[in-house]
């Protein structure tokens, strides 16, 4: 009996440890119906397998790291999970979908928390409202505004509209991110898998219930903070339209003023100048306005562009560093610095100020239409350094003319600046025009009786001055001051802006001549460049520049550059259609601006290619080099660019295929030669049969090939002559090639000797002579052959080789020279008769 009550014992402790072991296995649960399942679950464990309990209870081992408790941990989750799954499929779908929804929320909250990106919008709003109605009031109550006042007035409300834009966009992509967001809320409520489905376990139910409970909570509030921010976004956008609107209406009333204006200044705003006309203000009230409205633009001009104005300062420094340091490197590596200075010497003898004349000419272009106050303030700057300069490069009579100019600049300036028309003003631009006329005219008779040392076409600029302010004066007289201060403001500002743009070429050129010249003893390849070359195209290139920028400051001070802006952006950008293909004529522009700059492109590449094979000093191999490269280059970089206008142009491909079909037939008949040129051109590319440098004979003409084109390349013959020859010429005809694999050639003597001579004499004596001499080489060597005989003379063929063969003419006079005296020496005579 006390054995089996030791035996019942001791199977009961046996089964408490298996279950406790378990239940360390599973792990703690929260709820009672998973404890259900895991205790069913190792009931049926246990049953199965009584043996191994016994054994697993000999073999547990209790975890002796953190890190294995962690693992044993997690392997009881997953299990559990498992558990789980097998009792309701759709309890793991339900609690995700909650997560999502949950993780999703939460981020549109910490989204919405960061706060809107409507800060500026907001802030500014109010000041651009007050800002359009004082331009509405002021376009409204100046009856008598001038036309650069009207202009000033559009100027702003265009710097508006380009700010409001922005702000248009920036609120348009707040605002569907705030839509999305909606979006994403509403997908909550309309959910079938969480509004009707719902766990079979009763804890897992619950569990459900309050998760959803709390998710409605955060739903809650999240669609009550994204509707609050959308509202907010929708009221600042209707505020912001209704200015925009408010705005455009004011800019299209300007602009009607301005075409009543315009037509009011043909017909004549005055009578005629002796009749004094009393509906137009006095001076006082004018300046007043003037001030006020100057200081307000400057102020707000010097707040708002802040970045434009560093990256004026900062091309300052850069341009007065680049000069500066090419001075420096002058003085330090050239001792003949006479010859340097006298072709830079406005750069060597002014850097600072041939700096500042540079950035005043070209920063204000930098700006966005800056107020007039700025631009002329600069204007008056770079007029001050023209003055500096020609007093010290041009003849006194120049300087004492643009000195007297220069008064008369400044008050145009200060008259410009008016607001409003006035008499005073109409009587000063009359005395200005006048006096202009007389110093020109006086400065015209002084250019007449001593051309030298003045600019070039100095007599033609200053006719079309004194035309200009002859027609000032005249439209002045008859009541149309307005044109007449227009026409007369043109005349001197563009007169000083020809000098000022002559000084910035002449300017630019000198600092890179001196920059070669640096490189040049430095030894970098760039110093190879030649500058006679690179002066030339280059201030050609800068000229047209030039004239483009002079042409739209004429248009500036006409105050018409808008006017053809518009128009030709107009002209350009409409649409027409030629036989069903439709196109504009800004696509064509475009088209062939791209290929003259892939043509340039081409022309630069091959120039510098060039540059850097002379500057590895392989003078030979780029004797013997062939322009394959160079000209693969061109054609690449002109196919690229073919390509990059054809799709700059909008052409479409289709029709472009027409086109080339249509030259292919052109071609099959009527262009044949140019077709055969170019393709030979490639095929000299590839097979190079020529090189450049090569001695080659052609058609007859015997000359070294100096240039391989697409389409022809060049021999210079002896007699200094350059031979254009077809590229297919050079693939269908014989070409005799001296120089294809060496540059050796054979030269051949033919020698006679009188009747009689020792010939193993004359022949021992050649060779021995033709072998001791350093430029005949050895091998092969040169061989004398027994050519004929007669009873007067014996005939000899001395053949020999020359290393170089464009110097063979002189290498074969100095062996004849050689014979002659060696035959003296050793005396064989010559044939008599």
């Known amino acids: 009996m006390c054995r089996l009550l030791k035996v019942v014992a001791l199977s009961l402790i046996l089964l408490f440890t298996f279950f406790a072991g378990h239940a360390v296995a599973i792990g703690p649960l929260r709820n009672s119906s998973a404890m259900i399942i895991v205790a069913d679950t190792a009931s049926s464990i246990s049953t199965a397998a009584p043996a191994s309990a016994s054994s697993a209870v000999v073999k547990k081992k209790k975890p002796k790291t953190l890190r294995e408790s962690s693992r044993k941990s997690m392997r009881s989750r997953d299990s559990l999970f498992q558990a789980l799954n097998k009792s309701d499929t759709s309890a793991a779908t339900m609690f995700q979908?909650?997560?999502?929804?949950?993780?999703?929320?939460?981020?549109?909250?910490?989204?919405?928390?960061?706060?809107?990106?409507?800060?500026?919008?907001?802030?500014?709003?109010?000041?651009?409202?007050?800002?359009?109605?004082?331009?509405t009031a002021l376009a409204n109550t100046r009856k008598s505004s001038t036309l650069r006042y009207l202009f000033v007035l559009r100027d702003n409300l265009d710097h508006l509209q380009d700010m409001m834009d922005g702000w248009q966009g920036d609120l348009d992509d707040v605002n569907t991110k705030l839509i999305q967001n909606q979006h994403d809320i509403l997908k909550f409520r309309t959910d079938s898998v969480l509004s009707n489905a719902m766990p079979n376990d009763t804890a897992l139910r619950e569990a459900f219930f309050d998760k959803r409970a709390e998710l409605g909570d955060l739903w809650r509030k999240t669609d009550s903070v994204n509707r609050k921010d959308l509202f907010k976004v929708n009221l600042l956008q209707n505020q912001i339209s209704t200015a925009y609107t408010t705005m455009l209406d004011e800019s299209d009333q300007i602009d009607a003023k301005i075409k009543r204006f315009a037509i009011r200044a043909l017909s004549g705003e005055f009578d005629n100048i002796w009749v004094t006309d009393n509906q137009y203000p006095h001076l006082d009230s004018a300046l007043n306005g003037t001030i006020r409205l100057n200081k307000i633009q400057v102020t707000y001009f010097f707040k708002n562009e802040t970045v434009v104005h560093l990256i004026?300062?900062?091309?300052?420094?850069?341009?007065?560093?680049?000069?500066?340091?090419?001075?420096?490197?002058?003085?330090?590596?050239?001792?003949?610095?006479?010859?340097?200075?006298?072709?830079?010497?406005?750069?060597?003898?002014?850097?600072?100020?041939?700096?500042?004349?540079?950035?005043?000419?070209?920063?204000?272009?930098?700006?966005?239409?800056?107020?007039?106050?700025?631009?002329?303030?600069?204007?008056?700057?770079?007029?001050?350094?023209?003055?500096?300069?020609?007093?010290?490069?041009?003849?006194?009579?120049?300087?004492?003319?643009?000195?007297?100019?220069?008064?008369?600049?400044?008050?145009?300036?200060?008259?410009?600046?008016?607001?409003?028309?006035?008499?005073?003003?109409?009587?000063?631009?009359?005395?200005?025009?006048?006096?202009?006329?007389?110093?020109?005219?006086?400065?015209?008779?002084?250019?007449?009786?001593?051309?030298?040392?003045?600019?070039?076409?100095?007599?033609?600029?200053?006719?079309?001055?004194?035309?200009?302010?002859?027609?000032?004066?005249?439209?002045n007289v008859t009541g149309r001051f307005s044109l007449a201060k227009i026409v007369g403001i043109t005349a001197v500002f563009n007169l000083w802006l020809i000098i000022s743009l002559y000084f910035v070429i002449r300017i630019i050129v000198q600092v890179f001549y001196l920059q070669l010249h640096t490189r040049r003893a430095e030894k970098s390849f760039i110093g190879l460049v030649d500058y006679n070359t690179m002066q030339k195209k280059f201030r050609s290139v800068l000229s047209v520049f030039a004239t483009l920028l002079w042409i739209f400051f004429l248009l500036q001070n006409l105050n018409i550059d808008d006017w053809v802006h518009d128009y030709l952006s107009d002209a350009l950008t409409q649409s027409r259609s030629i036989g069903g293909a439709s196109f504009t004529i800004g696509g064509f522009v475009i088209f062939f601006i791209v290929i003259w700059l892939s043509s340039l492109l081409s022309k630069v590449l091959s120039y510098f290619y060039d540059v850097s094979s002379q500057h590895n000093n392989d003078i030979a191999a780029l004797r013997k080099k062939n322009r394959a490269s160079t000209l693969l280059i061109?054609?690449?970089?002109?196919?690229?660019?073919?390509?990059?206008?054809?799709?700059?142009?909008?052409?479409?491909?289709?029709?472009?295929?027409?086109?080339?079909?249509?030259?292919?037939?052109?071609?099959?008949?009527?262009?044949?030669?140019?077709?055969?040129?170019?393709?030979?051109?490639?095929?000299?590319?590839?097979?190079?049969?020529?090189?450049?440098?090569?001695?080659?004979?052609?058609?007859?003409?015997?000359?070294?090939?100096?240039?391989?084109?697409?389409?022809?390349?060049?021999?210079?013959?002896?007699?200094?002559?350059?031979?254009?020859?077809?590229?297919?010429?050079?693939?269908?005809?014989?070409?005799?090639?001296?120089?294809?694999?060496?540059?050796?050639?054979?030269?051949?003597?033919?020698?006679?000797?009188?009747a009689g001579t020792e010939i193993s004499k004359v022949t021992d004596t050649l060779k021995k002579m033709l072998t001791n001499r350093e430029d005949v080489m050895t091998t092969p060597e040169p061989q004398v052959f027994l050519n004929g005989f007669s009873d007067k003379s014996i005939d000899l063929k001395v053949q020999f080789w020359a290393a170089d063969i464009s110097d063979y003419l002189e290498l074969r006079s100095r062996i004849l020279e050689s014979i002659a005296d060696t035959f003296n020496k050793e005396g064989i005579q010559l044939p008599k008769g």
């Open 97 to 135: 979908h909650l997560q999502q929804y949950t993780t999703s929320f939460h981020q549109i909250n910490n989204t919405l928390a960061e706060g809107l990106d409507t800060a500026d919008e907001s802030e500014q709003l109010p000041v651009v409202l007050k800002r359009i109605a004082r331009i």
């Open 634 to 754: 061109r054609i690449g970089v002109f196919t690229v660019g073919f390509l990059l206008a054809v799709a700059a142009s909008g052409f479409p491909i289709d029709k472009l295929t027409i086109i080339f079909s249509a030259f292919g037939v052109g071609i099959g008949f009527g262009l044949q030669n140019v077709t055969n040129n170019l393709v030979s051109g490639m095929i000299l590319a590839f097979e190079k049969p020529i090189q450049i440098g090569d001695i080659i004979e052609v058609n007859n003409r015997m000359g070294t090939v100096k240039e391989i084109g697409i389409r022809s390349s060049k021999l210079a013959t002896g007699e200094g002559s350059e031979v254009i020859i077809p590229n297919g010429d050079l693939i269908s005809l014989n070409v005799v090639n001296w120089t294809l694999s060496n540059t050796n050639r054979q030269i051949e003597i033919m020698i006679s000797v009188a």
């Open 312 to 475: 004026a300062l900062g091309f300052l420094l850069l341009v007065l560093g680049w000069i500066l340091y090419n001075k420096y490197k002058t003085v330090g590596h050239f001792e003949h610095k006479e010859i340097v200075i006298d072709h830079a010497h406005f750069v060597y003898k002014k850097p600072v100020v041939s700096a500042l004349l540079l950035v005043t000419t070209i920063a204000p272009y930098f700006y966005d239409h800056p107020p007039v106050f700025f631009m002329e303030s600069v204007f008056l700057i770079n007029t001050i350094l023209v003055l500096i300069m020609v007093r010290s490069h041009f003849p006194l009579s120049m300087f004492r003319f643009l000195h007297q100019l220069f008064w008369l600049t400044l008050i145009y300036s200060l008259s410009n600046l008016l607001i409003q028309i006035t008499n005073f003003d109409r009587y000063v631009i009359l005395l200005l025009s006048i006096a202009g006329i007389v110093f020109a005219v006086l400065f015209y008779i002084r250019t007449k009786k001593e051309p030298q040392g003045h600019l070039k076409y100095t007599q033609l600029t200053l006719r079309i001055f004194i035309l200009m302010q002859l027609i000032s004066v005249i439209l």
